[in-house]
């Protein structure tokens, strides 16, 4: 089943597509080696309170959430070879630099994983 990441607050689609990785090799691999990531994608690694972008191909926008799916941290645009961390962060988000607009998620904010297809029902529900 894909899964989209979804907003509380606002209740419209963060990512449209979630790949989790959710075991100790997919957290280690993450994004590495690819190219790209699809402006409406994002990867999930849990759990997860830093991430870097050692030998990372392009920027990256990050999130970090608590067990609960509240936003504790945001950091736009950490170019490779960075780092970024959040101690009270038990998982972390990661998108395409620039494809998280400015307000569409905020520290406070919940956020949580659900089918792509109720995804794309709510947002034509709201417009």
């Not at 999930?44 to 990256?60: D, E, K, Q, S």
């Not at 620039?98 to 529900?125: C, H, N």
Request: proline share 2%; hydrophobic share 45%; glycine share 8%.
């Amino acid at each position: 089943m894909q899964v989209a990441l979804m907003n509380e607050r606002t209740r419209q689609f963060v990512a449209s597509s979630v790949e989790v990785a959710g075991t100790r090799n997919t957290r280690r691999r993450g994004l590495l080696g690819r190219d790209r990531l699809d402006e409406t994608s994002a990867m999930l690694l849990a759990p997860c309170t830093g991430v870097h972008t050692v030998g990372m191909r392009f920027a990256i926008d990050v999130i970090f959430v608590d067990r609960q799916g509240y936003v504790v941290k945001v950091v736009r645009d950490l170019k490779p070879w960075r780092i970024a961390l959040a101690s009270r962060a038990h998982a972390v988000i990661e998108m395409p630099a620039g494809s998280l607009r400015w307000g569409q998620v905020l520290i406070g904010d919940r956020l949580y994983l659900t089918s792509a297809s109720t995804a794309l029902f709510m947002e034509k529900q709201a417009s």
